[in-house]
């Protein structure tokens, strides 16, 4: 990258400033031709006081004297002197032009006749009457031939040359520079992503500057605490699992090793236990298809006019057994008309069903949960309140994440398994709605849901 980048940079910097030589001198000659021509005519305004002072000198035309005047005309001039009849008497030209014509030292001048001429008429008269009548030719755009203008010319596209050159060497310099300032944090990004892709998750790119490489280095290492997090979950979540399946595995066993030597009756009580743990099993894969399913947005959820007035007051029917085994108080506020949602019934009960639960397991006795329902702004907002253990700061941020526990335990009956709450999450955005979550420590949680109003027509 650092060579196409040095490369491209150059050659663009070269064609600019050989077009930009190329723009100045045509500019330069130009202006420098109109500049002639402005001089030509300021100076064709002596003539006319030339040509009188001569024929008054000499008492008409001498040859010395108009020759005198010729040396004194611009470059490509060129004057037809005439008498008042309007017969010819000679025509004058500039010497150095003839000298230069005579000398072949005019091959790079373009042919006469393709040049435009302006001609203007000028009276010359005195006291006695008219004189001369002078027929005055010169360029429409004077031509650089002088050798003091064309030396002058040399200078300046000399100056261009070098100013041109000076300024390559300088964009040559810097070229390499910027090559290498934006290719070092690129070629260090490269070495770090191959590091991350070996296994090494704690690797990071040491940032500077707030441009957009530095934004592009930002978020590979904000990807890189991503994956070291989600790979601390899944490890954590590695091991949950496995407690979870060898708990109600090694229960089995144990039962039926108990059938098999004779220790233990297969009576309804033990074969209930046994149905126990396997329904235990049953849900714990139950939830890892149902969050993977959803995550995946394969749930094909069949969208209908739900009420979820409806779907909470199922729900706290029951959980409410569960609810007065424990000794909490369930406060449900319902709204006083009903309230609809084009969503899927099934899975709103889902998420209804591990919020509530989720509050009645982090809830110690005595404690209160606390769920209201209402529409503001088209917007239905169910809250759930609890007076539980609370959650952490730190953790809030990782809570809707699977596998993600704030409570570290690996027990189903105090720390779960770190699905529902992701499940949950994920159900709220395939209904395009939010959930939000405050918690303080100690003083419990509060789950804000929000689901776009169905509006009746």
Excluded: C
Excluded at 99 to 108: F, L, S, T, Y
Excluded at 407 to 416: A, H, L, M, P, V
Aim: hydrophobic share 40%; charged share 20%; aromatic share 6%.
């Amino acid at each position: 990258m650092h060579r196409k980048l040095f490369v491209s940079t150059i050659t663009i910097v070269v064609l600019t400033l050989l077009l930009s030589l190329v723009a100045i001198e045509i500019a330069v000659k130009q202006q420098f031709s109109h500049y002639l021509t402005s001089s030509t005519e300021a100076s064709l305004e002596q003539i006319t006081q030339s040509l009188m002072d001569s024929y008054q000198k000499d008492k008409g035309w001498n040859e010395k004297s108009l020759e005198g005047i010729s040396h004194s005309l611009p470059m490509d001039v060129k004057v037809i002197v005439k008498d008042p009849q309007g017969k010819s008497i000679t025509a004058l030209e500039s010497s150095m032009q003839q000298q230069m014509m005579h000398g072949n030292m005019m091959g790079e001048m373009s042919d006469p006749s393709a040049v435009e001429w302006n001609t203007k008429l000028v009276k010359v008269t005195s006291p006695e009457g008219l004189i001369t009548i002078a027929e005055l030719a010169y360029p429409t755009n004077a031509r650089i031939v002088h050798p003091v203008d064309v030396s002058f010319m040399r200078e300046i596209l000399k100056s261009l040359l070098l100013a041109g050159s000076i300024s390559l060497v300088i964009a040559i310099v810097l070229s390499f520079w910027i090559s290498q300032r934006l290719s070092r944090p690129l070629r260090r990004l490269t070495l770090a992503v191959e590091r991350i892709g070996a296994g090494n998750l704690d690797e990071r790119v040491a940032i500077s500057g707030t441009d957009e490489v530095a934004n592009l280095l930002d978020a590979f290492n904000s990807m890189a605490k991503n994956l070291k997090k989600q790979e601390h979950f899944r490890k954590q979540f590695t091991a949950d699992i496995a407690h979870e399946l060898r708990t109600p595995l090694t229960s089995i066993k144990s039962y039926i090793e108990a059938f098999i030597d004779g220790v233990l009756p297969a009576n309804k009580d033990n074969l209930t236990i046994l149905n126990e743990e396997i329904d235990r099993l049953v849900n714990l894969a139950s939830d890892l298809k149902d969050l993977n399913v959803a995550e995946l947005s394969s749930l094909n959820p069949e969208f209908l006019p739900i009420n979820i007035l409806e779907i909470l007051d199922r729900v706290i029917s029951n959980l409410q057994p569960l609810v007065q085994e424990k000794g909490l108080d369930l406060i449900w506020e319902p709204p006083n008309t009903e309230l609809y949602v084009d969503g899927d019934q099934y899975l709103l009960t889902r998420l209804f069903y591990n919020i509530i639960h989720n509050s009645y397991k982090y809830t110690s006795s005595d404690g209160i949960i606390r769920i209201g329902l209402d529409a503001i702004d088209n917007v239905i907002v169910a809250k759930i309140s609890d007076t539980g253990i609370g959650i952490h700061k730190d953790d809030i941020p990782y809570i809707f994440e699977r596998f993600y526990r704030a409570d570290k335990s690996r027990t189903r009956e105090t720390g779960g398994n770190g699905i529902g709450l992701a499940l949950a999450h994920e159900i709220v955005v395939l209904h395009n709605g939010t959930i939000e979550v405050a918690s303080e420590p100690g003083k419990g949680t509060t789950f804000t849901i929000k689901l776009p109003l169905r509006q009746r027509n």
